[in-house]
């Protein structure tokens, strides 16, 4: 039986500029508990607007356009997110949906270190904790994503970016979130391939672990046809297709998807035109 966790329809995002941009148009999928859905398609094509509009995190000139996002609780209340005041949307976030914003090193504080910044999650949304509670839970999560307990004393420019992506995680699952939204187009492209591989190897490990949700977001389409459950491809601000990873990369249905994977070379097989 399908147990949805988040249900957008009809949403759609304007850049109020002259003229006005639509950047996504009419959007309307729904996300499984405990699935991992990737979200493919070129730069450009919407897909981090999307992701910034499901948390309400957007800034002028953008504006939701229209559309519904219900976020259907743990508890059994669905949670009509763009009805939300101002307070209630911050305690929202990080509790119910988490983020993993794209470039780690400008995410993190500079001139902090990794466990005042993870100590700031807990101290903000969980003040019923003593210091020494917080002080444990985030050696706890720095332990949970293999950067080690140690390094809580670290700053940003310490850690290597494999170290810094991990902490970016740990900091996106401080509260145990049931939704994590990894916007992933830059960081992961910037790491070394079998760093890449061991974050990922862990994100997944950590879903069955602790059983959230996942929206993962990059233009690398073999990579979501590797960790995802299924996959949305976007283009112009509109998904064209939306299928299980398998079902994507034996039967793509539209033209652009078919094209996106011929565009990525192959390993195996005859060589073939790579597309541009």
Same mark, same amino acid.
């Given at each position: 039986m399908p147990d949805p966790l988040l249900t957008v329809h009809d949403f759609s995002i304007v850049y109020d500029v002259d003229p006005p941009v639509k950047a996504v148009k009419n959007v309307t999928l729904e996300l499984q508990r405990g699935e991992i859905l990737g979200l493919a398609g070129e730069s450009g094509c919407g897909k981090t607007t999307l992701a910034y509009g499901l948390q309400r995190l957007l800034r002028a000139p953008a504006v939701i356009a229209s559309g519904s996002v219900t976020f259907h609780d743990a508890s059994g209340v669905d949670i009509d997110v763009n009805a939300l005041n101002v307070e209630e949307m911050r305690r929202f976030r990080w509790d119910k949906i988490s983020m993993v914003f794209q470039g780690a090193m400008n995410a993190l504080n500079p001139v902090t270190t990794i466990g005042a910044q993870l100590d700031d999650v807990f101290r903000v949304h969980r003040p019923d904790l003593s210091r020494r509670e917080r002080r444990a839970a985030c050696e706890e999560l720095l332990?949970?994503?293999?950067?080690?307990? $140690? @390094?809580?004393?670290?700053?940003?420019? $310490?850690?290597?970016?494999?170290?810094?992506? @991990?902490?970016?995680?740990?900091?996106?699952?401080?509260?145990?979130?049931?939704?994590?939204?990894?916007?992933?187009?830059?960081p992961t492209t910037a790491l070394d391939v079998l760093v890449q591989r061991e974050i990922l190897s862990q994100i997944s490990m950590l879903r069955h672990e602790f059983g959230f949700s996942v929206i993962f977001i990059t233009h690398d389409l073999p990579l979501l046809l590797e960790i995802s459950d299924r996959i949305a491809v976007m283009r112009g601000g509109e998904i064209i297709e939306l299928a299980p990873a398998r079902e994507i990369w034996e039967h793509p249905q539209h033209e652009y998807t078919k094209t996106l994977l011929a565009s990525f070379p192959r390993l195996t097989g005859e060589r073939g035109v790579l597309v541009r």
């Open positions: 332990e949970l994503v293999a950067v080690g307990r $140690e @390094r809580i004393r670290s700053f940003p420019h $310490e850690l290597s970016g494999g170290m810094r992506q @991990r902490v970016m995680i740990a900091m996106a699952l401080a509260l145990r979130p049931q939704l994590m939204v990894m916007v992933m187009d830059e």
